[in-house]
């Protein structure tokens, strides 16, 4: 499991269900910085952590959802 020499959050907004997602850049120890998307649902946690291509691929993937219309479907 990383060490992380550096923890910065970003943002923090909530999701249906009664969930919250934070995103932070975190920094492992030895120089990879990465983004942390945290999903907190209750006191469990789902962290996903992205390098910029990955997090760049899942931004352009989510506007492109969310700008389409709702009977566009999955693709």
């Given at each position: 499991?990383p060490?992380?020499?550096?923890?910065?959050?970003?943002?923090?907004?909530a999701?249906?269900?009664?969930?919250?997602?934070?995103?932070?850049?975190?920094?492992?120890?030895?120089?990879?910085?990465?983004?942390?998307?945290?999903?907190?649902?209750?006191?469990?946690?789902t962290?996903?952590?992205?390098?910029?291509?990955?997090?760049?691929?899942?931004?352009?993937?989510l506007?492109?959802?969310?700008?389409?219309?709702?009977?566009?479907?999955?693709?």
């Amino acid at each position: 499991m990383p060490t992380f020499s550096r923890v910065t959050e970003l943002d923090e907004f909530a999701a249906p269900w009664g969930r919250s997602i934070r995103l932070q850049e975190v920094e492992i120890t030895g120089g990879l910085v990465m983004l942390r998307v945290r999903i907190q649902e209750g006191r469990r946690f789902t962290d996903l952590e992205l390098g910029k291509a990955e997090a760049e691929h899942l931004g352009r993937k989510l506007l492109a959802w969310a700008g389409s219309s709702p009977s566009a479907g999955a693709g």
